[in-house]
């Protein structure tokens, strides 16, 4: 039985942006409730929790951000980070961002 020919399907150019839509950075979505701190982290725990002393002295245990888990952000002990609490529970955070 004679093998069927294969045919490459053709390439399309790529579509153009919609109007009005730019290909810059977009802002970070953020949470409108939560309180946004920045601190320094003093510990690294298992699953991703990390020890982090704000810039007013209080400690606080946060994870990490889905996107930071997402892009392998790696986060070690004397990062500079932002940390968001929560209104309801401010010992506990998600970490949003390390600073370079």
Do not use: C, W
Request: glycine share 8%; aromatic share 4%.
């Amino acid at each position: 039985m004679p093998k069927k020919p294969q045919y490459r399907k053709p390439i399309r150019p790529a579509k153009p942006a919609a109007p009005g839509t730019t290909t810059e950075e977009r802002p970070r979505r953020e949470n409108p409730d939560a309180i946004a701190v920045d601190g320094r982290v003093v510990d690294a725990l298992p699953n991703a929790m990390f020890t982090v002393e704000l810039d007013n002295g209080q400690k606080v245990l946060g994870h990490l951000g889905g996107k930071m888990r997402k892009n392998y952000i790696r986060v070690l002990t004397g990062d500079r980070v932002t940390v968001e609490l929560s209104p309801y529970d401010l010992t506990r955070g998600r970490i949003t961002y390390r600073h370079r």
